[in-house]
């Protein structure tokens, strides 16, 4: 097919419309919180000290999360159904909770991956 034939009207050749299911419009599909994402929070928090939250609000590739950071800088972070189930569950386990995209992100968890790096882990 020649490049101008591309422009001509009643061309026999057209483009194949996409499947039904399957198909993207080049945004991306964002997996929502579930029960295993709470139950990993709630068994981290009970098992470090020193934890704070903080609370990352939705981008276009994740929805909410909630990041926790113990003394030490070691972390997670974990989906959450919504900002105030966050600021809920840091409440409930009475741990202080922060809104990241006001606060940052603590320097100890920066430190924290800098030495697993240089650990080769």
């Given at each position: 097919?020649?490049w ?94 922060y ?23």
């Open positions: 097919m020649a101008m034939d591309r422009f001509r009207r009643g061309s026999q050749q057209r483009m194949s419309k996409p499947a039904r299911d399957g198909y993207r419009t080049g945004s991306t599909r964002v997996r929502a919180s579930d029960n295993v994402d709470q139950e990993h929070l709630q068994t981290w928090v009970e098992e470090r000290r020193g934890v704070e939250g903080f609370v990352e609000p939705r981008t276009a590739v994740s929805d909410v999360t909630l990041l926790l950071v113990a003394h030490d800088g070691e972390w997670t972070r974990r989906r959450v159904p919504a900002v105030e189930w966050a600021h809920q569950f840091c409440n409930r386990n009475q741990i202080p909770s809104d990241a995209a006001v606060v940052g992100i603590p320097q100890r968890m920066r430190d924290f991956n800098r030495r697993k790096k240089q650990q080769g882990l």
